[in-house]
């Protein structure tokens, strides 16, 4: 943290962040319709699914562990919420119930993972399938439109003719409790220690299942807040929402430099790789890029976000390096 | 081959005033050096005395700034690894790096197997040639063993099979003995003899003092980066070396304070885990250091590491300070006022990635908190606090520690466990494989702290360590407790006796 300001400006998140702001640049100078107020709104709004769990997410992946079900428990989470509505349940108490069974799906990859030590890339890619799995035995092929209209309004609607959608502020909200988590309180140190080292965070008192376990089951209650937005946002709860959302998740955190061997990142990072994943997506809409050709763009970027932070960060333990080494032999 | 090296032949590899930097750092100055066939050369000095540069400049690594290079006086650049192996130069380092599903055979020959028709590998060829390089070493390993499963010792052999088949007539050898057990460094040592007659020069590196008596015939001590002598072992004492190394007397190595033995601090009662340790049961005293002896593989870390709350017991119990510990729960023998110094600084004391502030600032994750967030000047001065009590060397207290040397490493895990003001202190190899000078400085610490009235339990298969510091002894002998002897008692002949079960206790 207390490095030289030159050593921090070619950190890898800052570099995302910087290229952010050119990627918006450039986009408000030359891609028509791109910074108007509405276009602006709907970019910010359709990047939020990927934000929420990005959040849990980064953290996750600060400790060395991954989530891939994320996206299915989301649309598993839409689908009850689809199923209770049709029951004629209110909303007021269908969204908690959401939330919680969000809780145990993430519950479970947590036990599986913690108690019977497997590997989560492994269990998640199972749950990944067991919980669209389900979501479509609950729903069907049905689609569920008939929400209430304030409650839609409040997902897709903007604060009058800005560009700031409702649903940022309560987002907002959430990015501020996940920085102080990760970056200013005892639980997010220990994360950093698990994930560089979980041996010796063990060695050092650290409870490493217990912390493992409380963010596996707070990834799945954000999944299945994400869950709610998409039903909510897109007006339709069916069984397939936000397919494929865990790569554009994995990919954002991963390009904001949250290394996938753990310990390292900055939530700063992700979201500037979040948003700047959401802007080029945005962009690519506007001049015609078919969907195909974005998927490839999105892969791409995954590539170059595991390698750009190797190839900074041997730039940075070469120099720190070097200033040890000129330390130690005047002794 | 028996020529001395004042008399004999031109020395097959030399160094001539040598001097490599690195940035503003000299890293080694005028540094000259002379090896001999048939000779067993040892190079001395304290860490940072620049014997890894030089080991990685013979080696083709590092391109010297200023000097020469001489293969059989003949001024040599070698542009790379490559270069030295061709000249037959071969460097075996402490943890060889094996392909573990390859049998040993083929690591010995990976990518220049023998041939057959139509390019296929001649199995048998293979086979045979590594028989025969194993019985010029005088060992027996079967060559078709996968390498995964080999001890540390048997893959060294591996290596040093590996340097003989590529003709090597210079094998240095960095740390050799550091994992080694007792039993495998004598083996170690009849394959260096064994190349020594056959006419093989050996540069040899070991912290262990009395290793390098024992097999080197000349050495060269560095100190700093500069050179400070090269001379026949024959007539030096170890108190003579560890002058040229240190630069000055040393204070006693084990500054053993008497200390009155306080009231029981910590109580093990009838541990036990199963297949691993049984019936384990000792009390250690405030004021107290309790050493516990025995060979590697007798359980003692397993102790150790069950009482610390790392693995779980299957039965019995332990009390620090009158409080009953939770098993396998680290996070309460902390709070009881237990610190474990484990056996392995890189993998288990250490998170190497991380700075030295945030690695002493791991054990008060619970203490340096104001209202529920860390308090960062707290954190960042006890860190402080703690390495400069310890005199750690460092640059910045930001830096990662795996750009500290290995004694500098152990400090920062021994400032990182005081930090939390234990009242119990478990130390696993304390000094394993750092330098002569932070070894005495950590015995006068550990000496210290027992004055101060912690109790501490000491593993350390060094075995003077345990005579020099230890206030009792306890041995273990697979997996149980064999002895105790009181520290007017302890001998040598004594604990080994114990450890090697060969004593009625």
Request: charged share 20%; net charge neutral; glycine share 10%.
């Amino acid at each position: 943290m207390a490095d030289s300001p030159l050593a921090r400006a070619v950190r890898w998140d800052t570099v995302v962040g910087a290229l952010l702001i050119v990627v918006l640049l450039l986009s408000f100078g030359f891609v028509d319709g791109f910074g108007n107020a509405l276009n602006l709104s709907f970019l910010i709004g359709n990047t939020l699914p990927i934000a929420l769990i990005a959040l849990p997410m980064t953290l996750l992946v600060v400790s060395g562990e991954i989530d891939l079900s994320v996206a299915s428990t989301a649309g598993l989470s839409g689908a009850v919420m689809g199923a209770l509505w049709n029951q004629g349940m209110t909303i007021e108490t269908i969204i908690p119930l959401c939330l919680l069974l969000g809780a145990v799906c993430g519950l479970i990859n947590g036990l599986l993972v913690t108690r019977l030590g497997l590997p989560s890339l492994a269990v998640t890619i199972g749950t990944l399938a067991a919980y669209r799995g389900i979501a479509q035995i609950i729903l069907g092929s049905d689609a569920v439109t008939d929400f209430p209209t304030q409650y839609l309004d409040f997902a897709a609607g903007r604060i009058g003719d800005t560009f700031i959608p409702y649903a940022l502020l309560p987002f907002l909200v959430l990015l501020a409790i996940a920085v102080v988590v990760l970056h200013a309180a005892p639980f997010g140190r220990s994360l950093f220690a698990i994930g560089a080292s979980e041996e010796a965070a063990r060695f050092a008192g650290i409870r490493v299942k217990r912390q493992k376990l409380i963010l596996f089951t707070v990834t799945g209650l954000m999944a299945a807040l994400t869950g709610v937005f998409w039903a909510l946002h897109y007006a339709s709860a069916r069984y397939d929402n936000a397919t494929g959302l865990e790569l554009a998740v994995i990919a954002a955190v991963l390009l904001g430099g949250i290394d996938f061997d753990g310990g390292k990142g900055t939530l700063g990072g992700a979201i500037a790789g979040v948003f700047l994943l959401g802007a080029l997506q945005n962009v690519m809409s506007l001049v015609n890029v078919s969907a195909q050709s974005q998927i490839v763009v999105t892969g791409v970027l995954l590539v170059v976000s595991v390698l750009g932070p190797r190839v900074g960060r041997q730039i940075s333990v070469a120099r720190a390096g070097r200033r040890a080494a000129a330390s130690t032999p005047t002794s | 081959m028996t020529h001395r090296s004042d008399t004999g032949p031109a020395p097959v590899l030399a160094l001539k005033d040598i001097s490599k930097s690195f940035g503003a750092v000299r890293a080694l100055r005028d540094v000259s050096l002379e090896l001999f066939p048939g000779e067993v050369h040892a190079l001395a000095g304290e860490n940072g005395a620049g014997k890894s540069t030089l080991i990685k400049t013979l080696a083709g690594v590092h391109r010297p700034d200023a000097g020469q290079v001489l293969l059989d006086g003949e001024p040599t650049v070698f542009h790379g690894p490559a270069d030295a192996r061709d000249a037959g130069i071969a460097v075996i380092y402490q943890e060889p790096t094996l392909f573990p599903d390859l049998s040993i055979a083929e690591n010995i020959f990976m990518g220049r197997q023998p041939r057959r028709a139509l390019g296929r590998i001649d199995h048998k060829a293979t086979h045979a040639a590594t028989v025969a390089l194993m019985q010029r070493l005088g060992v027996e390993l079967d060559p078709d063993r996968p390498a995964r499963g080999l001890s540390i010792a048997d893959q060294q052999i591996v290596e040093i099979a590996k340097a003989l088949s590529f003709d090597a007539r210079v094998l240095i050898m960095d740390e050799p003995t550091a994992a080694l057990t007792g039993s495998e460094v004598a083996r170690l040592f009849g394959v260096v003899r064994t190349l020594r007659e056959q006419g093989a020069a050996v540069l040899f590196i070991s912290h262990r003092l009395e290793e390098i008596f024992q097999i080197c015939q000349r050495v060269t001590t560095l100190r700093d980066g500069a050179w400070i002598s090269s001379e026949p072992l024959d007539g030096m004492t170890e108190d003579d070396l560890v002058r040229r190394m240190v630069g000055r007397d040393l204070d006693e190595l084990y500054p053993k304070q008497e200390v009155q033995a306080g009231e029981v601090a910590m109580s093990v009662r009838r541990l036990t885990r199963e297949g691993v340790f049984t019936d384990v049961s000792f009390d250690v005293r405030r004021g107290e250091i309790v050493g516990l002896a025995g060979l590697v593989g007798a359980g003692r870390t397993e102790v150790a590491r069950a009482v610390f709350g790392v693995d779980r017991w299957d039965a019995g119990e332990v009390e620090v300070d009158g409080k009953a510990l939770t098993n396998g729960a680290p996070s309460t023998a902390m709070a009881a006022g237990l610190a474990l110094v484990p056996e392995d600084r890189r993998a288990q004391g250490l998170v190497m990635d991380m700075s030295i502030e945030r690695n002493i600032g791991l054990t008060g994750l619970r203490t340096t908190v104001k209202a529920g967030l860390m308090d960062r000047g707290a954190e960042r001065s006890r860190s402080l606090d703690w390495a400069v009590k310890l005199q750690v060397k460092y640059a910045r207290i930001a830096d990662t520690v795996n750009t500290l040397s290995g004694g500098n490493q152990q400090k920062v895990v021994l400032a990182k466990w005081l930090a939390t003001a234990p009242k119990v202190l478990i130390v696993d190899e304390p000094t394993r494989g750092i330098d002569v000078g932070t070894k005495a400085e950590v015995h006068r610490l550990l000496s210290q702290l027992a004055a101060d009235g912690v109790a501490v339990l000491m593993i350390s298969s060094d075995l003077p360590e345990i005579l020099g510091m230890a206030d009792r002894v306890l041995v273990m002998h697979e997996g149980r407790l064999t002895a105790e002897i009181p520290r007017s008692e302890a001998t040598e002949e004594s604990v080994m006796a114990a450890a090697t079960g060969r004593a009625a206790a």
